[in-house]
């Protein structure tokens, strides 16, 4: 076929496919250049949940509303757990919301290559889309029950002060530990399938270590220190602080938890950037 | 815009550079399935043992658990060329267009890809049954690497394509298979890029369906696209390319015009002549069932390459079957050599049979297919075996196991020196009456 050929566009990309050094990392730029994908992934995962599901956005509220009126009462009543101040229902809603958005992130994140082996194993596209679209998807479900929060403030009488705009931080803290931990799980995964039996133990316990039944306070001042490397304790103390003043957060505490964040998204970005290349021949 | 042609730099001319590309996988580990932290530890364990004690010999063995899937594999493709890929399952042919595709990566060697490569690896990927037609087109236009504004101007053409506008919000869980299809290719073959891939999307769907994407894939050659188009349908390899790599053990073996390609694929090549062992490494790994000897057998009961036009042979398959397999049937596939299908006939095709072997126990077997004398034309011939049970799964497939070839002598009409057109020549009854005289 040498019939009429035009010269090729100055533009023409020219990819050089070859095997990839040892320690390449995750390819933000190939990830950035493929945005729409992460939107219409996201956008799948929370069309999905809410298609055939017989309350649909309901489920967003329902969920944190019915385990913050349990805990309330076992906690909050019966045991008598204190809340540096603030009514119980505000104090363990408060908290059951970053935490649902981490652990509907990291759960499904962390299954989310061996869920969708049908596109990895099929198409190219930066792998790190995979796990990232639940954990962004998760953000819709945390929207919804957000608004609740502002109802039951309004009813407790409970005010927020210029802290308020501290939240962005815990939030986007939040991402970046589902991001971290999800982009472990997913890529180990892929190699060891036990690490899907493992995940949601691993929040369970995660779920006791971090304050949200109880305030960190109770933690005895020598286990401070260690009690922070989970960043959970960050990002639930950070909401409460931010949203009505909860107790005040100490700042070497808080740079501990947020460099563990930060220390598994970069370990998780490499770990993930390494092994993505053989997803395709494993998963 | 100065508008070269024949252009002078043959850099510029070229789509796709193949250099010494290889893929290694490791057996057991990765092509066996996955494995379990306990097995990661322990091999981490063996590794730090046999550094502990040089004598061990973990490393031979670590050594013997690769494969390579694709060796040594160099070619160039030009702009606008349309070749074909052509070798039997596990000769290293959708390795090669993974790679390409940028599914996987390679061992050594590399390729440098000139423009947008689309794939075509399989269609439908990432549609999801709970959405629309509609969400499945910008969701698989996505994945598909196709920006949202491209989707959006092509939105009618695609739907038009797949004629299912008064479907398009509609779950596509409620979609025939065939509209499902449709849709599919549809989204796939309007991604319009420099490079297409395609792999085997023909072999699904119906006659009017293929007649169609194979349209289609033909406009897209003839706007200056290269397309690089893998099937086992031999026919419409010879229709949609002119040149063809035939693949076989990860190496490329040939690479010539689509015709002297294809026939020697299917007959001198790689078909083996008269009988046809299946060695262990060719066998399918899992599965209840597992192919030993195809042979084709003369009215004396020998392996005969040649076979007479108008004496009565046989084909004999056998196999074994590790566990019981219900609804079994074993068939072949009769092919001409230039890869025009002749028949499909299973062994229980008479339903009487069929009633009498509802499950087939654990054992040997053999399935032998008697063939009529006064039937097939002269010249070559393929057999294909297939082993399935009907809309549950298919066990073994070889498209293209053996070649055997049909003297004319004596057939019905070789009293004249003449070809006959088409692949048998039976000897039907005729009668002759005057009607008036």
Not at chain 2, 256 to 269: H, I, K, P, Q
């Amino acid at each position: 076929m040498t019939a009429e050929i035009g010269p090729i566009p100055v533009a023409t990309p020219v990819t050089v496919i070859r095997a990839s050094r040892r320690w390449s990392g995750l390819d933000l730029k190939e990830l950035w250049r493929y945005r729409e994908l992460v939107y219409f992934l996201t956008w799948r995962d929370v069309k999905v949940r809410y298609k055939q599901s017989l309350l649909g956005a309901g489920w967003a509220i329902l969920q944190p509303l019915l385990t913050m009126i349990v805990f309330t009462i076992f906690f909050g009543r019966f045991l008598g757990v204190p809340t540096d101040g603030s009514p119980y229902p505000v104090f363990s809603y408060t908290a059951l919301l970053p935490w649902q958005l981490f652990e509907g992130g990291v759960s499904k994140a962390g299954t989310s290559l061996v869920a969708g082996r049908s596109l990895v194993t099929k198409v190219y596209f930066p792998r790190a889309a995979i796990p990232l679209a639940p954990i962004l998807a998760g953000l819709l479900d945390f929207g919804v029950a957000f608004l609740v929060l502002v109802g039951m403030m309004i009813f407790y009488g409970v005010r927020p002060g210029v802290a308020i705009f501290s939240l962005p931080v815990f939030l986007i803290l939040n991402l970046a530990f589902s991001m971290g931990l999800g982009l472990w799980l997913a890529a180990l995964n892929v190699t060891y399938r036990d690490i899907g039996y493992v995940i949601p133990f691993l929040l369970r316990l995660l779920f006791f270590l971090s304050p949200i039944t109880y305030p960190a306070s109770v933690v005895p001042a020598a286990l401070q220190p260690l009690y922070w490397l989970n960043p959970m304790v960050l990002v639930v103390e950070g909401f409460r602080w931010a949203l009505y003043g909860g107790s005040e957060i100490a700042i070497g505490l808080a740079l501990i938890s947020a460099g563990m964040a930060v220390l598994l998204l970069l370990t998780g970005m490499v770990i993930f950037g390494r092994m993505e290349r053989t997803f395709a021949d494993t998963v | 815009m100065t508008r070269q042609l024949h252009s002078p730099s043959i850099e510029s001319e070229l789509a796709i550079q193949v250099e010494d590309l290889g893929k290694r996988y490791q057996l057991g580990e990765t092509l066996g399935g996955y494995g379990t932290l306990r097995d990661a530890l322990a091999r981490t364990a063996g590794r730090a043992r046999s550094k502990l004690s040089p004598n061990s010999g973990a490393p031979a063995e670590h050594q013997a658990a690769t494969i390579w899937a694709l060796r040594h594999v160099s070619f160039n493709v030009h702009r606008g060329q349309v070749l074909g890929i052509i070798g039997r399952n596990g000769a290293g042919k959708s390795t090669l267009l993974k790679l390409l595709a940028r599914v996987t990566e390679p061992t050594e060697g590399q390729a440098r890809v000139m423009g947008r490569v689309g794939s075509l690896l399989e269609v439908g990927t990432g549609f999801h049954p709970e959405l629309s037609g509609r969400e499945n087109i910008y969701l698989n236009g996505a994945i598909l690497g196709m920006p949202r504004r491209e989707i959006q101007t092509k939105f009618d053409e695609i739907v038009g394509f797949a004629e299912i506008s008064e479907f398009i919000d509609t779950p596509v869980k409620r979609y025939s298979s065939g509209m499902y299809l449709r849709l599919a290719f549809s989204v796939a073959a309007h991604l319009d890029p420099e490079i297409l891939v395609v792999d085997e999307v023909l072999a699904v769907g119906d006659a009017e369906f293929q007649r169609k994407c194979l349209g289609k894939m033909g406009d897209v050659a003839r706007q200056g696209r290269t397309i690089l188009f893998v099937s086992h349908n031999m026919s419409a390899i010879q229709r949609l390319t002119e040149e063809c790599l035939v693949i076989d053990r990860g190496n490329v073996v040939l690479r010539a015009r689509s015709e002297e390609a294809v026939d020697f694929y299917l007959t001198a090549g790689l078909s083996q002549h008269g009988v046809k062992r299946w060695e262990a490494e060719t066998k399918p790994a899992a599965g209840p069932f597992s192919p030993m000897v195809l042979q084709v057998l003369g009215p004396e009961g020998r392996p005969a390459d040649r076979v007479s036009a108008v004496m009565p042979f046989r084909v004999e398959f056998e196999y074994s079957l590790r566990e019981a397999v219900s609804g079994l049937r074993v068939g072949i596939y009769l092919t001409t050599s230039k890869g025009e299908p002749v028949f499909t006939s299973f062994d229980t095709d008479d339903p009487e049979r069929f009633v009498q072997l509802p499950a087939r126990p654990a054992g040997r077997y053999r399935s032998t297919c008697q063939i009529p004398g006064t039937f097939l034309n002269e010249g070559r011939f393929v057999v294909g075996v297939n082993a399935s049970s009907f809309r549950i799964r298919s066990y073994f497939t070889d498209e293209y196991a053996l070649s055997f070839q049909v003297d004319g002598t004596g057939a019905p009409g070789t009293h004249w020196p003449e070809a006959r057109s088409g692949p048998v020549r039976p000897g039907l009854t005729w009668s002759v009456e005057r009607l008036e005289p």
